[in-house]
């Protein structure tokens, strides 16, 4: 590691961990928020738990290490983050927070929702507004046909519908 990262004093020889550098803004959804506020609330609870049980405990020392590595990752992004609501007035153009409804042209159909990139999970729909498909849906309305351009070929996408509701 990097001394430039570890912070030394008499007691400690923690290392510090460095915002996160971006080429792009840290936009965030409103759940999103909510849901990294949740994640360190619980963090710091077990972070008191963890500090008042036993140090000489390496099992829960070692617990308690990757605790506050999270949590201190957390903070990052949160300190980081730009809340973007969803649009004031109702639309049909697909902005950052969007539920879209596409089709490929192949007729296979998705529902996505367009994210920050670090609450993008793929699994569940989530998709990163940067990423190449975000990309292809940002600024488009319901009938519009965009290009996707994918790692194993691009294709056609015409996007079906546009919400910012579940």
Do not use: C
Not at 42 to 64: F, G, I, K, P, Y
């Amino acid at each position: 590691m990097s001394r430039a990262f570890v912070k030394e004093d008499a007691q400690s020889t923690e290392a510090v961990i460095p915002p996160p550098t971006r080429e792009h803004p840290n936009y965030v959804t409103p759940a999103g928020m909510a849901a990294w506020q949740g994640r360190a609330d619980e963090l710091a609870v077990e972070l008191a738990a963890a500090a008042s049980a036993a140090e000489s405990d390496l099992a829960r020392a070692a617990e308690q290490e990757a605790l506050l590595r999270e949590f201190r990752s957390l903070e990052a992004l949160i300190e980081t983050a730009i809340v973007v609501p969803p649009p004031s007035a109702p639309t049909d153009e697909v902005h950052f927070g969007a539920w879209v409804m596409f089709s490929d042209d192949e007729n296979a159909s998705r529902r996505v929702h367009i994210v920050g990139a670090d609450e993008a999970e793929i699994e569940h729909g989530e998709v990163s507004w940067i990423s190449p498909l975000g990309r292809a849906l940002l600024g488009k309305r319901p009938g519009d046909v965009s290009l996707w351009e994918r790692p194993d070929g691009n294709t056609e996408i015409e996007i079906l519908a546009v919400s910012y509701t579940p």
